[in-house]
């Protein structure tokens, strides 16, 4: 974050100097004097009023979906832990565009033939569906 604010400050910096205007330190200042943060844990999230809107429409997006379902734990297995991720969109003069949560799945504590057996992800060859469009064609179906 930083890194970005000095980058900016150069930007404006030379665009002011390369328009051999005056600088006016006014817009630099109000937008130095209050910098958005990005939380690190959901704590800090839930007590800014937009990072727990955030938080709650991602939730709801997620519910309304059916990502999981709640299921008793079997035995001697582990259950995957969570964790919040925060990011600020912003424009490209630098105002907020929006605040982004993510609930993100630590799938790499899991072990493989232990905790799951195989995986699936329903993916289309493209060869598969021009055969399935000829046979549509050539059928007339």
């Known amino acids: 974050?930083?890194?970005?604010?000095?980058?900016?400050?150069c930007w404006f910096l030379n665009d002011s100097l390369k328009s051999?205007?005056?600088?006016?330190l006014g817009?630099?200042?109000?937008?130095?004097?209050?910098?958005?943060?990005?939380?690190?844990?959901?704590?800090d999230a839930l007590k800014s009023f937009n990072w727990k809107t955030a938080v709650h429409v991602e939730?709801?997006?997620?519910?309304?979906n059916g990502t999981?379902?709640?299921?008793?734990?079997?035995?001697?297995?582990?259950?995957?832990?969570?964790?919040?991720?925060?990011?600020l969109k912003t424009n490209p003069d630098g105002s907020v565009h929006r605040?982004?949560?993510?609930?993100v799945a630590k799938g790499f504590s899991q072990v493989p033939g232990?905790?799951?057996i195989g995986t699936f992800s329903p993916m289309v060859?493209?060869?598969?569906?021009?055969?399935?469009l000829s046979l549509d064609v050539a059928q007339q179906w």
């Open 1 to 9: 974050m930083v890194r970005f604010i000095a980058t900016r400050l």
């Open 20 to 24: 051999q205007d005056m600088i006016s």
């Open 27 to 43: 817009p630099l200042v109000q937008w130095l004097s209050f910098p958005i943060v990005e939380p690190v844990n959901v704590y």
């Open 59 to 64: 939730f709801d997006a997620l519910q309304y």
């Open 68 to 87: 999981w379902i709640v299921v008793k734990v079997p035995p001697r297995r582990l259950v995957v832990r969570c964790k919040w991720l925060f990011k």
């Open 99 to 103: 605040y982004k949560a993510l609930l």
């Open 114 to 116: 232990h905790d799951f």
């Open 125 to 132: 060859k493209f060869a598969t569906l021009h055969v399935v």
